[in-house]
Each structure stands twice: as C-alpha cells, then as structure tokens.
C-alpha cells in the first residue's frame, strides 16, 4: 500500500493494465476517443504480459521501483 501513492503518482497516464481504479472499459474509452480525432495515432502498441513476471530480474526491480 505504501508503494501505491509512489507508483500511481509516477505512473503513465495511459496505463491501464493492473491499476487500481482502472478497467477494460476505460482503455476502450481512451482508445474511442484517440481515435475519433482528427489527428490519427499512426501507430497503437498492445502488450501481453503473460509469464512477465517469471522473467523479471527480480533484483533490478527492487532496485528500481
């Protein structure tokens, strides 16, 4: 609990994997309305993170986080 006010202050606001207060349904609302601009993304990047966690240097994320 203490690493979530660190974590959600330095988090990307466009991050919705994993994150309190946060759902499916909003990445589809950011994405509908990105999308819905004038001015299109040329690129969208999505992100499967299965088995991360399994590979993670586990001693650089101590370090870093």
């Known amino acids: 609990?203490?690493?979530?006010?660190?974590?959600?202050?330095e988090a990307d606001a466009n991050s919705?994997?994993?994150?309190?207060?946060?759902?499916?349904?909003?990445?589809?609302?950011?994405?509908?309305r990105w999308l819905s601009r004038d001015c299109l993304p040329q690129w969208i990047l999505?992100?499967?993170?299965?088995?991360c966690f399994d590979h993670i240097n586990h001693e650089w994320l101590l370090n870093n986080v």
């Open 46 to 51: 999505e992100g499967d993170i299965k088995g």
């Open 1 to 9: 609990m203490a690493l979530e006010l660190i974590t959600e202050s």
């Open 16 to 32: 919705y994997g994993f994150r309190k207060f946060r759902s499916t349904a909003d990445a589809i609302d950011a994405l509908h």
